[in-house]
């Protein structure tokens, strides 16, 4: 189903931290082609908005992020970015975030562990911290908690990821005339999951 609130957060995150326009691909510009064909290796923030697939949804081992799909599928480019591709990218990230549902869930191997799925493949790629899902998440809600958290690194640099999101967290739950933002299903599903604190270059002395 077509998420529309996506390109507001996409932007409104770019914006946040003072990133290039042209580095944000929406609709046809967000292929799996594209994203396998992008120097990724020079982006401190890489964030993904989208739907989020654990393993077994659409009859796929492995779980997947969605993206645009072609006309015609092939294997370089099917609108689906697995774990084992994800894995091959070649990442420098402080931060990965994931705006989409469950992608902090297991790989879909019996008795697999949480996290075991597309967080393990974006650490193997060169990522830090990931900012990560345990359930479905609410898209209004989700635009909340990544746009606030980047604002407040951008405000706080001396603070790390982990207290940013939990000042984005305090945000949300009072945010004015929408009381039931407090309710734990609309915040609790996110994690910062790695390096929870500031960046090296970013601490104090």
Same mark, same amino acid.
Not at 32 to 49: C, G, Q, T, W
Not at 74 to 80: I, K, M, P, Q, R
């Given at each position: 189903?077509?998420?529309?609130?996506?390109?507001?957060?996409?932007?409104?995150?770019?914006?946040?931290?003072?990133?290039?326009?042209?580095?944000?691909?929406?609709?046809?510009?967000?292929?799996?082609?594209?994203?396998?064909?992008?120097?990724?290796?020079?982006?401190?923030?890489?964030?993904?908005?989208?739907?989020?697939?654990?393993?077994?949804?659409?009859?796929?081992?492995?779980?997947?992020?969605?993206?645009?799909?072609?006309?015609?599928?092939?294997?370089?480019?099917?609108?689906?970015?697995?774990?084992?591709?994800?894995?091959?990218?070649?990442?420098?990230?402080?931060?990965?975030?994931?705006?989409?549902?469950?992608? !902090? $869930?297991?790989?879909? @191997?019996? %008795?697999?562990? *949480?996290?075991?799925?597309?967080?393990?493949?974006?650490?193997? &790629?060169? =990522?830090?911290?990931?900012?990560?899902?345990?359930?479905?998440?609410?898209?209004? !809600? $989700?635009?909340?908690? @990544?746009? %606030?958290?980047? *604002?407040?690194?951008?405000?706080?640099?001396?603070?790390?990821? &982990?207290? =940013?999101?939990?000042?984005?967290?305090?945000?949300?739950?009072?945010?004015?005339?929408?009381?039931?933002?407090?309710?734990?299903?609309?915040?609790?599903?996110?994690?910062?999951?790695?390096?929870?604190?500031?960046?090296?270059?970013?601490?104090?002395?």
């Amino acid at each position: 189903a077509p998420l529309p609130g996506t390109a507001d957060e996409l932007r409104a995150l770019s914006a946040a931290v003072k990133g290039d326009p042209k580095r944000i691909y929406l609709r046809k510009s967000a292929t799996e082609r594209m994203v396998k064909s992008l120097d990724l290796s020079d982006s401190r923030i890489i964030a993904f908005a989208t739907h989020g697939l654990v393993a077994g949804d659409l009859k796929f081992a492995e779980p997947a992020l969605v993206l645009t799909p072609p006309d015609k599928g092939t294997a370089l480019n099917d609108g689906l970015l697995t774990a084992g591709e994800v894995a091959q990218l070649k990442l420098n990230a402080d931060l990965v975030i994931l705006s989409a549902c469950n992608t !902090a $869930a297991a790989d879909g @191997t019996p %008795g697999a562990e *949480g996290l075991s799925g597309l967080a393990k493949a974006f650490f193997y &790629a060169g =990522a830090r911290a990931l900012l990560v899902s345990h359930w479905s998440v609410n898209s209004e !809600a $989700a635009v909340a908690i @990544t746009t %606030g958290m980047l *604002g407040e690194m951008a405000d706080n640099p001396e603070i790390g990821r &982990a207290e =940013a999101l939990r000042r984005s967290m305090l945000a949300m739950m009072e945010t004015e005339g929408k009381d039931h933002f407090a309710h734990p299903m609309f915040w609790a599903p996110f994690v910062v999951v790695g390096e929870g604190g500031a960046p090296l270059n970013t601490r104090e002395e």
